[in-house]
T-cell receptor, first 114, second 112 residues
Framework: GAGVSQSPRYKVAKRGQDVALRCDPISGHVSLFWYQQALGQGPEFLTYFQNEAQLDKSGLPSDRFFAERPEGSVSTLKIQRTQQEDSAVYLC????????????FGPGTRLTVT | GENVEQHPSTLSVQEGDSAVIKCTYSDSASNYFPWYKQELGKGPQLIIDIRSNVGEKKDQRIAVTLNKTAKHFSLHITETQPEDSAVYFCAAVGFIFRGMRFGAGTRLTVKP
């Protein structure tokens, strides 16, 4: 079946621009996660949704970062007034949820802020 | 919060040899421990996982062991092949906090 998809795959933004990154999870998956991966490092947790409810946003680095999943399926990660330190790969993962913990990742969106 | 440490950071083995990567975690509430393989330009791929009520799990050439008392878990790859070359990440997840905490990664190189 179809895996997690993300768009765009690559995004170049000038400093100060707003960007929106999209994630389409595996159909039927209850949970959705966003991670940030800097070059040469492991992914860092940003935020977590169960259906449309954002249960944890403790990893969002600043109030410029905002995520939503209004209908419990597709999710969007928005970054306002981008800064150079926002340059990273943004990964989305989905999970069946409940008593199933496994998370399946999409290919990521590489964001470069110039 | 949870802290996951992973060793070694790089590992080079000859084709056919075994490779072992080790991780430790700090939060005793963590109860799920996955391993991911990441190739260049791709998202992490789940290769094996283990829950805290199990001590060992095996899937063909890959196995994971967990020592809850010592809070460490290991990935074992036997009969390594060049296509096993990638970066491997361990992670820990809790029942309440479902966001994964990752180790820093191990770059495995299998020489033909």
């Amino acid at each position: 079946g179809a895996g997690v998809s993300q768009s765009p795959r690559y995004k170049v933004a000038k400093r100060g621009q707003d960007v929106a990154l999209r994630c389409d999870p595996i159909s039927g998956h209850v949970s959705l996660f966003w991670y940030q991966q800097a070059l040469g490092q492991g992914p860092e947790f940003l935020t977590y949704f169960q259906n449309e409810a954002q249960l944890d946003k403790s990893g969002l680095p600043s109030d410029r970062f905002f995520a939503e999943r209004p209908e419990g399926s597709v999710s969007t990660l928005k970054i306002q007034r981008t800064q150079q330190e926002d340059s990273a790969v943004y990964l989305c993962a989905s999970s069946p949820g409940r008593d199933r913990y496994e998370q399946y990742f999409g290919p990521g969106t590489r964001l470069t802020v110039t | 919060g949870e802290n996951v440490e992973q060793h070694p950071s790089t590992l080079s083995v000859q084709e056919g040899d075994s490779a072992v990567i080790k991780c430790t975690y700090s939060d005793s509430a963590s109860n799920y421990f996955p391993w991911y393989k990441q190739e260049l330009g791709k998202g992490p791929q789940l290769i094996i996982d283990i829950r805290s009520n199990v001590g060992e799990k095996k899937d063909q050439r890959i196995a994971v062991t967990l020592n809850k008392t010592a809070k460490h878990f290991s990935l074992h790859i036997t009969e390594t092949q060049p296509e096993d070359s990638a970066v491997y990440f361990c992670a820990a997840v809790g029942f309440i906090f479902r966001g994964m905490r990752f180790g820093a990664g191990t770059r495995l190189t299998v020489k033909p």
